[in-house]
């Protein structure tokens, strides 16, 4: 077998009678496990693939270096806070007391993880300045809806559910925030964006009312601006009755300067699979506890941490409205968080913010010669991330933002966020975080300044990257709708190449 197998999948390179693994003989009886399942059961041995131990190991690992991951390159995607994630947070997440407990335990047996919960719940506490925070949501869409389900339930104990129907959504929001407030039962309400780039608070006095539930916000929002008028939104929303919630997606440009408990919102959520280090991508686990203030505090979900004298112990707040997710949230995302925030400190996480809300501007700064800003004439300055608008190349050279963005990866540089917010056409949000280094965020700036040459000079070499990546441009549309999701024996039993037997 030569080393080009390596880039067919595992079945194809399987050949009848290897094997990679050597198990000792089983000392458990037999059980017909089919019978029990009846029609259920399988009627046919499975089908896997007969590899040596070499051969899948040579495998995955060359299916691992097709990957990029930010320890392969910047990865500036923009509201999505790709920082590096430092391996103390792993040797601390495989510790014994943390990785080999079940949440199944007496809670008197897993005292130093309740500690560390209880810990971590006052940490977020302080840096959002809320009253109440939950580990229990997975994820930050996740944190986001037990958010909004807190505010069903503030209502429903007020006897006001039935008027409070409309969640008002800003048009830059993540796609997100409209997703839940109807998931959770609510309508929507599209609040417009000033040429400024920011919420119109005309806007939002003009919509709110007597059933208005809340509003979600972004602050910086999705284009890296700051929010200047939220105080005010928050007010207007709440003087109709309404709660204000916070989209924690980018507090990694605020940590230590402000806090949404400052801003006066009611809830929020915090990515710990990104504002703090926790890993990120390829579909979990995330960690997404939301924080809240004194009056929904009682309706949270649980069961949460808390401290009876020297003992740790789990409690359900009375008229919370109950799990979202099974047992505690993930565990062994919120041992990685709670490392970094011990690590950090109050002072090294402000310093966090203001490196990468340096970091995105100085990055701005260089390239916005060459590429548009739409709301430089504005506001000079951004927070973590920044957008661009490639109209001008798309009208100039037929050179788009997805195009951009394609080859950037034949550079070793992953793509920012295309296409959004929405409130900018072509749009590329690059966020570099705090943890590039000069450096690294000179050689970014060097790679989009040959690239908006090559689209000047050189169109169609921009047009059909990305040309030195494993896998060329996909039909992106046709993959979404038609995915493979299973090997077919079929399709290669025929084929040489195929499976050997």
């Known amino acids: 077998m030569n080393l080009q197998n390596y880039d067919k999948l595992i079945f194809e390179i399987s050949q009848k009678g290897h094997t990679g693994y050597d198990l000792p003989k089983s000392d458990v009886e ?3 496990l089919g019978a029990e399942l009846g029609e259920y059961s399988r009627k046919e041995p499975a089908r896997l693939p007969e590899v040596s131990e070499l051969q899948i190991v040579r495998h995955y690992t060359a299916l691992s270096n097709r990957n990029f991951g930010v320890e392969s390159g910047p990865y500036p995607l923009g ?9 103390i947070n792993e040797n601390m997440a495989a510790l014994d007391g943390f990785a080999n407990i079940h949440p199944a335990q007496a809670p ?5 993880a309740l500690q560390l919960m209880y810990e971590l719940q006052e940490s977020l506490k302080e840096i959002t300045q809320f009253d109440a925070v939950t580990l229990q949501p997975a994820a930050g869409a996740q944190g986001e809806l037990a958010a909004i389900f807190t505010f069903k339930a503030y209502f429903r104990a007020k006897g006001e559910l039935d008027q409070r129907r409309v969640i008002l959504i800003p048009d830059s929001a993540h796609g997100t925030n409209p997703a839940t407030a109807i998931v959770a039962g609510f309508e929507t309400v599209e609040l417009p964006s000033t040429p400024e780039g920011i919420i119109d608070v005309e806007a939002v006095r003009a919509a709110v009312g007597p059933d208005t539930a809340g509003i979600m916000i972004t602050n910086p929002s999705t284009a890296g601006l700051f929010e200047k008028d939220a105080k005010e939104i928050v007010d207007i929303v709440h003087e109709a009755g309404g709660l204000a919630y916070y989209d ?3 507090l990694n ?9 400052a801003m006066g919102f009611d809830a929020c959520h915090l990515n710990l ?40 112990e789990f409690a359900t707040p009375e008229q919370s409205y109950g799990r979202v997710k099974g047992f505690f949230g993930n565990f062994g995302v919120n041992v990685r968080a709670y490392t970094y925030i011990r690590a950090m400190g109050a002072e090294g996480l402000r310093r966090a ?8 501007n100085y990055l701005r700064a260089s390239l916005n010669h060459l590429y548009d800003c739409p709301f430089d004439k504005y506001d000079k300055f951004n927070k973590n991330d920044f957008v661009f608008d490639l109209t001008r190349q798309k009208k100039d050279y037929n050179v788009n933002a997805k195009d ?3 080859r950037l990866l034949d550079y070793g540089v992953h793509a920012p966020t295309t296409y959004f917010p929405l409130i900018v056409h072509e749009c590329l949000m690059v966020e570099p975080t705090e943890t590039e280094s000069k450096r690294d965020l000179d050689f970014v700036i060097d790679v989009f300044t040959k690239i908006a040459k090559e689209a000047e000079e050189t169109p169609e070499l921009v047009q059909e990257a990305p040309h030195n990546t494993p896998v060329r441009r996909l039909d992106e549309a046709g993959a979404s709708r038609k995915p493979v999701l299973k090997y077919r024996f079929e399709d290669h039993e025929s084929n040489p190449e195929g499976l050997q037997e």
Do not use: R
């Open 273 to 312: 699979h990104k504002t703090f280090t926790g890993p990120h991508g390829g579909g979990g686990p995330g960690s997404g506890p939301i924080g809240v203030n004194e009056k929904l505090a009682p309706f949270i979900p649980g069961p949460n941490v808390v401290k009876n004298g020297d003992k740790y």
């Open 108 to 112: 008197e047996t897993a005292q130093g």
């Open 253 to 261: 440009a605020i940590m230590g300067i402000t806090s949404p408990g």
């Open 404 to 406: 951009v963005g394609k």
């Open 353 to 360: 913010s203001e490196d990468a809300v340096l970091n995105a």
């Open 79 to 87: 509201s999505c806070t790709m920082k590096y994630n430092p391996k």
């Open 248 to 250: 924690g997606a980018n």
């Open 30 to 32: 037999n059980y017909d």
